[in-house]
């Protein structure tokens, strides 16, 4: 009997960059960005409610997501994502726990605002996964004694 090897084909360019996307992170990451997005398009109907922070948080994710897409191995990268979904996971929760209580008469506010509630659940699971993923590199020897706090 003879062994047959599978054919081993290079892997083009695209493939590569979209490889991310499918992986656990690129899915949390695009689901945080369609989250604040929804909330963003929430809040500005009513104008009345904090829509500075989906919007930042929007921005910020955007930026981490083609960052990890772009493959970089940057050991500030693991902090900065770190800080950026702990930090968005309590303004989220802080500022749409206030305009919940605040403009319960406009649905729009209401909508934007549990879909922000949402999105900090989301963050706060990116936080853990991140600090779970630090802690494993950390275990291995591949990430210094980084005092950070």
């Not at 500075?52 to 960052?67: K, M, T, Y």
């Not at 702990?86 to 605002?113: D, K, Q, Y």
């Amino acid at each position: 009997m003879e062994d047959k090897k599978e054919d081993i084909q290079p892997v083009s360019a695209v493939e590569h960059k979209t490889k991310f996307i499918w992986s656990p992170k690129g899915k949390i990451l695009a689901l945080e960005i369609g989250l604040c997005l929804i909330v963003i398009i929430c809040k500005a109907v009513s104008a009345r409610c904090y829509l500075w922070s989906p919007i930042i948080e929007l921005v910020w994710a955007i930026i981490i997501f083609i960052v990890h897409g772009m493959d970089l191995q940057i050991e500030i990268l693991r902090w900065m994502d770190f800080i950026r979904a702990i930090t968005g996971s309590l303004i989220l929760l802080i500022t749409s726990l206030v305009c919940i209580n605040w403009a319960r008469e406009i649905p729009g506010e209401v909508a934007g605002s549990i879909f922000g509630v949402i999105a900090a659940a989301v963050f706060g699971y990116d936080t853990f996964t991140i600090l779970k993923y630090i802690k494993e590199l950390k275990e291995q020897g591949r990430i210094g004694n980084v005092i950070f706090f």
